[in-house]
């Protein structure tokens, strides 16, 4: 059973009712519930809790970290950044979600501005899979398309991807790497574009499918860090 913690700022849901009408529940009740169906443990954790709802305990008890945030990235208190980067290089998976490339802790991850072009209008988005060999892409056909998208278009300041999955093509001509993994220290870090809050994204099933595909994907290895810093030596050094 993977202990997965779903985290999201929740303040769209507050402030626009168009939003609470698609995620009653918020964006993390929504993602958690389908989550909760692959008998995973899933707990939900959002922005105006304490600690941000990731205490040391919840962090402890996380093998995989969804986050989303868009609004409020600035509130994210940098100690709670340093810890989860932490439990990261630790081993802990991390999927960041759409708005979220622009988190605190993504960009921490990744060391670069994470920035992009974006459009509000409604575009087509075609989602094609360009590593149909990859378990996250499993059960995926040659693409997803969703009828209406937020267009974040290239170029997308992050560092090479450690494998590409997902490109997505707008109705406007713009293409993005919308499906991307990184290793940092033991932990694995997936990133997926689609998801603007204003419509129904995570209710499609394929979009489910590629995150729960993630969740199995980001789990930690079962093993410790490698140990660091001067090493005493495994064999005996013979005297020149």
């Not at 996250?136 to 056909?141: P, Q």
Request: net charge negative; glycine share 8%; proline share 5%.
């Amino acid at each position: 059973m993977i202990k997965v913690t779903v985290w999201n700022e929740n303040r769209h849901e507050k402030k626009n009712p168009v939003v609470s009408e698609i995620y009653p529940k918020g964006i993390h009740g929504a993602i958690a519930e389908f989550l909760q169906k692959e008998d995973h443990e899933v707990k939900t954790a959002t922005l105006d809790e304490q600690e941000h709802g990731l205490t040391d305990e919840v962090l402890a008890n996380t093998d995989v970290l969804v986050w989303w945030g868009h609004l409020a990235h600035d509130e994210v208190k940098d100690e709670i950044v340093e810890k989860v980067q932490q439990r990261v290089l630790d081993g802990m998976g991390l999927i960041v979600l759409h708005s979220g490339h622009f988190s605190k802790i993504f960009k921490k991850l990744m060391g670069t501005s994470c920035d992009l072009k974006w459009r509000e209008a409604d575009d087509k988005e075609r989602l094609w899979v360009v590593d149909p060999t990859h378990p996250i892409a499993e059960g995926i056909g040659e693409y997803i398309e969703l009828e209406k998208e937020e267009m974040y278009g290239e170029h997308f300041d992050i560092p090479a991807p450690d494998e590409l999955i997902f490109t997505s093509w707008f109705e406007g001509g713009e293409i993005f790497r919308s499906g991307c993994t990184f290793k940092r220290g033991n932990g694995k870090i997936f990133y997926f574009r689609p998801g603007h809050e204003t419509y129904p994204t995570y209710h499609n099933e394929q979009i489910q499918k590629v995150i729960k595909n993630a969740v199995n994907y980001v789990k930690p290895v079962d093993r410790k860090r490698p140990v660091y810093g001067n090493a005493q030596p495994l064999e005996t050094i013979s005297e020149k």
